[in-house]
């Protein structure tokens, strides 16, 4: 209970509020992906607006490799759109090995609901989900997130864990550092959600994530522009 009040002190007194119009002056975020500390590929982000509407592309691409051969491989292509602070639809394709992965959610104003088709889960949703993206730190104050991949809702509970310093791209962060994970621990283990966090307190960008799940994996903040 403890450090949960801390971490609503923590979100709640700072300037992680603003959504959108905190990204304004980012056109491109870039992200490279680890496992086990090797380099295997990049999560990128791209920013177009047109007055209060804003789009945000993703892109990605991983491929593990285990003497040579490809074993996992992930592309991928989303697209968010927003009117202001509110998502109206988010649109993907995932190629996963030879599976394919799919949402298409669109924004009901009449209900105030989402409405959700995809490869794991078809139905309504409410509109307090997010987008299990990491470009924004809105991950880090829902209680439930829509898979970027497949559309299914899955309840967190995010932990603040402490205030740390770390390295990366020879540069030094001060962060806040948090637990994101499912709010039911008894879901399989490849279900679950079960990711560190680092927050840049400085810019309130997500700079590094890290899991563990056949390896060790990361995702670094690279640039901004």
């Known amino acids: 209970m403890k450090k949960f009040?801390?971490?609503?002190?923590?979100?709640?007194?700072?300037?992680v509020l603003a959504h959108m119009e905190h990204y304004n002056k980012y056109n491109k975020i870039e992200m490279d992906i680890f496992r086990n500390g090797e380099l295997i590929?990049?999560?990128?982000y791209f920013f177009t607006r047109k007055g209060d509407e804003t789009t945000v592309t993703n892109q990605i691409k991983f491929s593990v490799k285990v003497f040579g051969a490809t074993i996992f491989q992930v592309e991928?292509?989303?697209?968010?759109?927003?009117?202001k602070d509110q998502l109206i639809s988010y649109n993907s394709k995932t190629l996963q090995n030879d599976k394919e992965k799919f949402v298409n959610l669109v924004f009901d104003k009449d209900e105030n609901k989402f409405n959700i088709k995809g490869s794991s889960y078809s139905g309504e949703a409410s509109i307090n989900n997010t987008i299990g993206n990491w470009w924004s730190h809105k991950i880090l104050q829902t209680e439930s997130q829509i898979s970027p991949v497949s559309g299914s809702i899955?309840?967190?509970v995010v932990t603040f864990m402490?205030?740390?310093?770390?390295?990366q791209y020879g540069k030094t962060f001060e962060v806040d550092h948090f637990k994101l994970n499912s709010k039911d621990m008894l879901?399989?283990?490849?279900?679950?959600?079960?990711?560190?966090?680092?927050?840049?307190?400085?810019?309130?960008?997500?700079?590094?994530?890290?899991?563990s799940r056949m390896g060790d994996w990361e995702y670094r903040l690279k640039?901004?522009?």
Not at 76 to 83: D, I, T
């Open 223 to 225: 640039s901004l522009k």
């Open 5 to 15: 009040f801390i971490l609503i002190i923590v979100l709640f007194s700072s300037n």
């Open 162 to 167: 402490g205030n740390e310093k770390i390295k």
């Open 187 to 211: 879901i399989p283990k490849d279900k679950r959600l079960d990711f560190d966090i680092w927050l840049d307190k400085k810019s309130s960008m997500i700079i590094r994530v890290s899991y």
């Open 154 to 156: 899955k309840e967190q």
């Open 76 to 83: 991928g292509y989303g697209e968010e759109k927003y009117l």
């Open 41 to 44: 590929g990049y999560n990128y």
